[in-house]
């Protein structure tokens, strides 16, 4: 009787096996993102249309900020609708959103953004790599703002360049010398941020903007609900593109991001957010496309504000740092994030897969679901996890990141460097991490395998050798 019912048992166990999917972690992740994309909508608005020119603009060289500004005021104190910019070239300083207004460029309008930054101030409430402070308005700035749109055919240029914004890239006292900057008021004023955080002086005392060569995002919701960002081509941007901060409910839906020569011109950077859907759109940018971020260091991990549920799909990557990117401020965590259905490829993309982070930022990066890619050629790593980023350059407090719960499908490369870079830390590793079902070819390196508990390689093609965990 006794073998009979261990028989029964030993059935049981085994049939329990045959139904559980063979990675039913990974299965389970994809089934989440329907519940992620049924939240995700897009804000809709009042049919009421309020045109600039009805404002005073101009499209004769003349600075439209006033008129924008008041089209927009009126609009919100309508109940909300369309402010219209109509075909032309209009100039203008800071533009701030407000609550049910969608700001629509028609085919063939321009929006030229002012490099004269006092044309960005006063100063708001704003990020600069991850960290509070009072800083020039990114070009367009919304603050505690709901339904809120940039959307249409036309184009938003920063027409930044070497002249203006991005000299101010320069960090040392040298450069700012060469480029005629004040020598008292260089360039040098991220490491006194840095330090400002790391004593945790209070924001409001944290004031630059004029004289401290900080540059401002492009467009940046802070503290925003319901956001569209649809069919614009953004160009020459001061430094990161689309940088919504502390902001839930965001669709970016068929832009162009142009900012190849830009320094630090990520394409779009979700920080501290919350639902996000990345869709259809074009990068060739001068860093990362698409960079997922949680705050710097001690600004992350005190507040403790994931980014998460982030969907990025159909989108093409060319010119960049990465394609698809966590990091490297990423303090404050970064969970559940899908990428599917993308195309990269450029000898200018330097990884298409990329997740970057150092002992001293904290936070945990999880749940990472990547499937469906197809890589022409990038000229580092096709997939690169890197514990050790920058380490010697940001000595503080140890914070460990932790990285976990790493799933890529279906990824096809046809040139790099490397296929998989993995790069943990001896004292703690990189968990979980599977790569199924990928083809590498024209691959000059050795994969790079280094500190991982619970690594799986399945079904993995490198130049036609079939390479598996051992």
Known sequence: MKNLLFIFVTFLSLAACKTEPKHADIEAGWKALDGILERIQAPVFPDKQFVITDF???????????????????CNGSGGGRVVVPEGTWLTGAIHLLSNVELHLVEGATVLFSTNPADYLPNVLTRFEGMELYNYSPLIYAYKQENIAVTGKGTLDGQASNENWWAWARTSLEDSQNLGLPSQKHPDNVPRLIEMMTQAVPTDQRIFGEGYYLRPSFFQPYLCKNILIEGLTIKRP???????????NISVLNVKLYSQNAPNGDGCDPECCKDILIDGCEFNTGDDCIAIKS??????????????NVVIRNCKMMDGHGGIVLGSET?????????YNCEMSSPNLDRAIRLKSNKYRGGIIENVFIR???????????IRINQNYFSKAAPGEIHYTTYRNIFVENLSCQKADYAIEILGLEEHPVENVKIINCEFNN????????????????????????????
Request: proline residues 3%; glycine residues 12%.
């Open 56 to 74: 005073g603009a101009k499209d004769d060289g003349t600075i439209c900020t006033d008129a924008i500004r008041l089209a927009i005021e009126t």
């Open 372 to 382: 469906d890619i197809t890589v022409g050629e990038v000229s580092n790593a096709a």
């Open 295 to 308: 705050g710097r260091n001690r600004q992350g991990y005190d507040l403790g504000i994931p980014t998460e």
């Open 238 to 248: 001061p430094m990161w593109m689309l940088h919504p901060v502390l902001s839930e």
């Open 443 to 470: 691959i000059k390196n050795e994969n790079v395998l280094n500190f991982i508990n619970g690594l799986v390689l399945e079904n993995i093609s490198i130049n036609g050798n079939s390479v598996t965990t051992e």
């Open 331 to 339: 303090s404050g965590g970064v969970r559940n994030v899908y990428g």
